[in-house]
């Protein structure tokens, strides 16, 4: 479900005009649709209904303490990669006891931290952090719940960046290792306690394929760690991908994409449940989910102001007061965000790259896009965004981070103020 469509000639985030947030507040200015969010919550946790499972979304992708509050209400627990992230969770409403921390390089104040707040799992990535974990645990008095995550060598098809299931990448214990790994786990490391095996082969993806695979490849895997570790869950992680082009609500097919688009079709939870519930259902195990984009990825736009047009000898560019600061997926891995004016457009279209502000030629959002052409001083909104969005801002070029609005109905509240310059220097010192 998308909540952003034109109504009486602009654009909409549920009821409210977003036009008028951005008079109110500024732009750049992020703005995410709790009715998107929890609808999209709300289907993947129905299209699970036959397994015992847990929806431990991933705070990375939208680290919002609103957005974290909401999703809590609605019983989700939380996949976490930092001791930043726990404090957001604990901070937001979340239970510390649902958390599953994940990642490769967990530091010792982390580790602590997380035994101190009773974690639910620690996700471990190598050996070396497997014996590091049993040492703190031992020196706290406490035995770690770990789970380890299992790199099955399956390829996600997806940009290399954001691949994590190949043996060449960082993540994980290889596959053939895991079963030994266990034992001396077992034989080796009295203050951990064996709980679940993980496993996360990358994001967005697209197709049901790779998970059908990886899931094949390691439930039988889960079923000999059951028996005889006693484990008592599955995690298959994240990686459902979204859509990104053709990502207005439906009925609004734009003009100016004539021919362009039309053939996208996202990956539906109801297609990816019946793909792998059927595998995992027999295991008789929690089984546990990690979705993060899939969750808050349409749910968001990044509303932007046309500040120059400059027609150049070999193009045409429109710079707007949005930087690859804001929002870096298409400088980072070529990400796509369709684009559309805030103001319903009718008229010409022309082709432009739109760039920001920033002092680096990969800070463009779009090159050579058809695009109903813009003046100075209009808004234009990026789809897609509420994932890996304002979560990897940055003040390079010391520019202040963008304001974030959650619209619920025709309610719409700041939940995270603009920076000032003296929020920009805070914590420095001459
Ligand atoms: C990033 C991540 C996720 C979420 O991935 P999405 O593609 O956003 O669903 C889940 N699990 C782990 C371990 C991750 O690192």
Request: with cysteine.
């Amino acid at each position: 479900m998308h909540s952003f469509r034109y109504r009486d000639g602009s654009l909409h985030c549920e009821d409210v005009e977003l036009g008028a947030l951005a008079d109110a507040h500024g732009s750049p200015l992020y703005v995410y649709s709790a009715a998107t969010i929890r609808d999209h919550y709300r289907r993947l946790d129905a299209a699970l209904g036959e397994l015992d499972h847990h929806i431990a979304y991933a705070v990375k992708a939208n680290s919002n303490l609103a957005v974290l509050r909401l999703l809590a209400a609605e019983g989700a627990d939380f996949d976490i990669v930092s001791g930043g992230e726990l404090f957001r969770v604990t901070k937001a409403g979340g239970r510390a006891a649902g958390c599953t921390f994940a990642g490769v390089g967990k530091t010792r104040e982390e580790i602590e931290y997380a035994l101190r707040e009773g974690i639910y799992c620690f996700n471990v990535e190598s050996e070396a952090e497997l014996r590091f974990i049993d040492r703190v645990a031992g020196e706290l008095g406490e035995r770690a719940p770990v789970a380890v995550r299992v790199n099955p060598n399956v390829d996600a098809g997806t940009h290399k960046y954001i691949s994590t299931g190949k043996s060449e990448n960082k993540f994980g214990v290889d596959f053939q290792d895991i079963e030994a790994l266990y034992a001396r786990a077992e034989a080796e490391m009295p203050n951990v306690a064996l709980r679940g095996l993980q496993m996360h082969i990358g994001s967005q993806l697209t197709s049901v394929q790779p998970f059908v695979e990886a899931v094949e490849k390691v439930a039988p895997l889960a079923a000999g760690l059951k028996a005889k570790h006693g484990i008592e869950f599955f995690s298959i992680g994240g990686g459902i991908g979204i859509i990104y082009e053709d990502s207005l609500a439906s009925g609004d097919r734009r003009w100016w994409e004539e021919g362009a688009r039309g053939d996208a079709r996202p990956l539906t939870v109801e297609e990816y449940a019946s793909a792998v519930v059927p595998v995992l259902k027999p295991l008789d195990m929690k089984i546990l989910f990690e979705p993060g984009r899939f969750i808050v990825g349409n749910a968001g736009v990044l509303i932007s102001r046309v500040l120059y047009k400059k027609r150049g000898r070999a193009k045409t560019f429109a710079i707007v007061d949005a930087g690859m600061g804001d929002l870096i997926r298409p400088a980072l891995y070529q990400g796509h965000h369709d684009i559309a004016p805030v103001k319903e457009p009718s008229g010409e279209a022309e082709t432009v790259d739109i760039v920001g502000p920033i002092c680096e030629s990969g800070d463009f959002f779009a090159q050579d896009r058809v695009l109903p052409e813009l003046a100075e001083g209009d808004l234009i909104a990026l789809l897609s965004a509420g994932a890996y969005g304002f979560v990897m801002a940055s003040n390079y070029n010391s520019r202040p981070f963008p304001a974030e609005v959650l619209v619920d109905g025709a309610d719409a509240e700041v939940i995270r103020k603009r920076q000032s310059y003296d929020d920009l220097v805070a914590g420095e010192a001459v």
